[in-house]
């Protein structure tokens, strides 16, 4: 359709940059939403120029409660057909949840979770009216794995964000398909901004992926309209034996699989 677009939070840097690069190489055209306005402008002419789409950006933090609606302002502004939306942006909080204020769960809340919602409950309507659409929510392993004593809302918002996908299916009718992409390890600076890069590190090499390939793994899930894609055989393993091993087990190999999020607080 004319004057397409995919819209891409969380865009200059890890599985969001990748995401963005593997829709400029198909030809599709791009509206990059990240925190950062000088990364987000020299990525937006780097793509443009790259592979002869157009690519606008937005500068937004997620955090805010308002900014899904500006988002979504910005692009009926310009008049944007939104018919891709990748739901990428997140971070992780660090500590126990009692040492983690608030607020800052409030947060770490509206990017992971009340923002997706958001922003997909805006983009559904105009895919509704123009005949389909296609939307990723880049979920995690984690939303199979048993609670963790680190980062103790990740995994269980990460399990919401898959069921709210899979609900999505209902608009299946209307041409719109949802994909919840679930990485295990990823080599990010996701880590390093979430405080637990020491964890990551300890991780057997096995574990860990690239973001390109978790990218490629996603985009190609989504357009063949999968409810899930958990890329790469790896994790495929890990998530069927998450599902049929008692947590108790689970608890015994935490060590290998994820160093320091099961440690007693």
């Known amino acids: 359709m004319k004057n397409s677009y995919a819209l891409v939070t969380g865009a200059t840097s890890g599985i969001g940059l990748e995401i963005s690069k593997d829709l400029a ?21 780097e793509l443009a120029n790259e592979y002869n789409i157009d690519c606008d950006f937005f500068p937004s933090d997620l955090t805010l409660i308002n900014s899904p609606n500006e988002i979504y302002e910005y ?18 909080l660090p500590n126990a949840f009692h040492e983690n204020s608030l607020e800052d769960e409030e947060k770490c809340l509206r990017v992971l979770g009340t923002s997706v919602i958001a922003l997909t409950k805006k983009y559904i309507n105009d895919m ?15 939303a199979y794995a048993p609670a963790s004593s680190l980062q103790s809302l990740y995994g269980p918002v990460k399990t919401f964000m ?6 999505l299916s209902f608009y299946n009718k209307y041409g719109i398909s949802s994909t919840a992409v679930c990485p295990g390890y990823t080599v990010t ?3 390093t901004a979430s405080g637990v890069q020491a964890e990551m590190d300890s991780v057997p090499g096995f574990l860990k992926k690239s973001a390109k390939r978790i990218a490629q793994e996603g985009v190609d899930a989504m357009f063949k309209g999968k409810k899930v894609s958990v890329p790469t055989k790896t ?7 998450l599902k049929i091993i008692p947590h108790s087990v689970f608890r015994l190999v935490s060590g290998l699989l994820a160093p320091g999020r099961y440690d007693d607080i």
Not at 132 to 142: H, N
Not at 162 to 167: A, C, H, K, L, M
Not at 235 to 241: G, N
């Open 75 to 92: 692009t009926s502004q310009k008049k944007y057909n939104v018919n891709i939306l990748i739901n990428n942006a997140g971070y992780a």
């Open 162 to 167: 898959n069921r709210f996908s899979e609900s």
């Open 235 to 241: 994790w495929k393993v890990i998530v069927f034996l």
């Open 189 to 191: 600076n996701f880590h």
């Open 128 to 142: 509704i009216s123009n005949g389909g659409g296609k939307i990723m929510i880049v979920s995690s392993v984690a």
């Open 25 to 45: 190489k198909r030809g599709y055209n791009l509206i990059l939403v990240a925190r950062t306005k000088d990364r987000l402008d020299s990525l937006s002419s």
